[in-house]
Structures are given as structure tokens and as C-alpha cells.
């Protein structure tokens, strides 16, 4: 496997920096929600904003290519891993919260801010309590559930630019729209470190009465119990993806580990031993045949890392 000849350097560097773990050779499949990926060259982990702040001019300098990690709920990962440097933000967990405002840090369980906002009895939220995602993933991709989505509750969010630098974006100058932000458009290089929430209070039954509720639909829908990454295309105008990947037959279609969910059509599942290159190959099959049956051009909805 080709290594960069500065990454050692690099990573002396780094291990100076306080409250930053860092790690060679790490394999990634843990950290995605599909359970798939090969190692990353180097594997940092910032447990508070500060270090982030330090570790990103150092970076650049190296001219190392990155990628920000979340929960890695909507990514397919390389057979292959990530020539590169990964930035896991899962530790950047610290929260506060005010009257019907939640200020959090993007590394926070969408799950574990729907229970603090039941704790505290604030509504608005609830639609985000199934998704298996963090805030700041949440946030790149306005996630939504159900009716609700991000840009429903959020007020702002501060970043971490690639000098080091804290910017703070409005609303509106986030640009969220469906499955899409600022952060795809026009700055994928800022990393977000915190997003200000603003809930209403409300009846603390009537929340969890909510939240259960939704529960129950996502677990009878889809296939929660094997590895996915959600909706493994954006619905096309007009339709609903799993009816057309039905309508071709596919149901069920499997290549290697990786399954057409027999659930719910529009998830692609990991039986237990699939590779990135099934799922890869699974879902150029259901473009294929939904494409010669209906004309919809299906759109992926994860990301993908690393070299397919």
C-alpha cells in the first residue's frame, strides 16, 4: 500500500496537539453504519474544538488529503480504506441547553438530542430520534424523517475553517434544502463544530407519545435490524423509489452481501459479509433496471470515500 512520504511528519506534529488521539492504519468498517470500508492512512480523533482548531492548518500545510467523519450513517466506505487523513468527530459531544434553546457539538447522537429534548420537554425534534446519524452529518445533509427535517429546528451553526478559524453561518445562510446545505455547495472544507436548535416546550407525554410512534414506523418499515445506510437513493420527483425498484423486479436482489431489502426495496442491506464492491455493483443493477422500466435516473443518496 503507497504511503505518503510526509505523513510521519505529519503525525509528529500532531501528537503535540492536547486532547487529539491519533492513529496509523485504522480500518474504517466500525465506523460506518454499512459495516464496510479498508483502513485510513492516518485516523485523528479531536476531543474538544480547540484541537480541531490546531490540527487544521497543520493539514493543509501537509497538502494530505481529508475527510470529516461523523457517524458514517449515510457513506459507503472502499474496499480499499482512505489514502488520506480522517477527522472523527464523534467525541465533540458537549451540549447546552437554555430556556427552549440547544446548543450542541456536531459530534452528538441525533438520538441522544431527541432524549435531552424529551428530558427537558421541548417538541420539534422528535422526527430525528430514529435517525442513525450524528448532528453534524445531520446538518450537511439536512436530514429528515417523517415530515420534519433539520431546517426546521435550526437557528446557526459555527465552523472550523481550514486556518483554524471559528466562522458562525444563519440559518439562511446555510442554504438547506432537501438533503442538501452550504457544506455541499460551496465550502466542503469547513467543519461543523456546533449547531444552535430552537425547540418549543411542550407536554412530555405528547413527546415521547411522538417519539414511540415513530418508532414503530421505522422499525415495521425498514430493515433497522442489518446494516444499511439508510435510503440508498433521493426520491425523484414524482416518485417513490422503492415502489420503482419493486416495479423492475429487484425485491430481494442480491449480489454477494449485499440485498435489495426484502423490507422495504428502497434500502440496499449487509447480509453479513458484503464488500463496498457489492453494494457498489448492487446498486448500478437497480439504476440499470429502474432506468429501463420507468426512465427515472436514480441519484444516490450516501456518499462515497476512497477509491472505487
Known sequence: MEKYSDINSLTNKLEKINYLEVEKNKNLAEFASFKVGGPADLFLVPKKVDALQNLMPLIIESKLPYFILGRGSNLIISDKGYRGII??????????????????????QLKEIADLAYQKSLSGFEFAAGIPGSLGGALYMNAGAYGGEMKDVIVKAQFVNQQGKLIELTKKELNLDYRTSILQEENPDWI?????????????????????????????KQPMELPSAGSIFKRPPGHYTGPLIEDAGLKGFQIGGAQVSIKHAGFIVNKGNATAEDIVNLINKIKEEVYKISGVQLEVEPRFLGDF
Open 192 to 220: 461543523a463544530v456546533n449547531v444552535t436548535l430552537q425547540l418549543k416546550k411542550s407536554d412530555k407525554q405528547t413527546i415521547r407519545n411522538k417519539m414511540e410512534e415513530l418508532h414503530e414506523k421505522r422499525w415495521s
Open 87 to 108: 477527522i472523527y468527530t464523534e467525541a465533540l459531544n458537549d451540549y447546552q441547553i437554555e430556556n427552549n434553546i440547544i446548543t450542541a457539538e456536531c459530534g452528538l
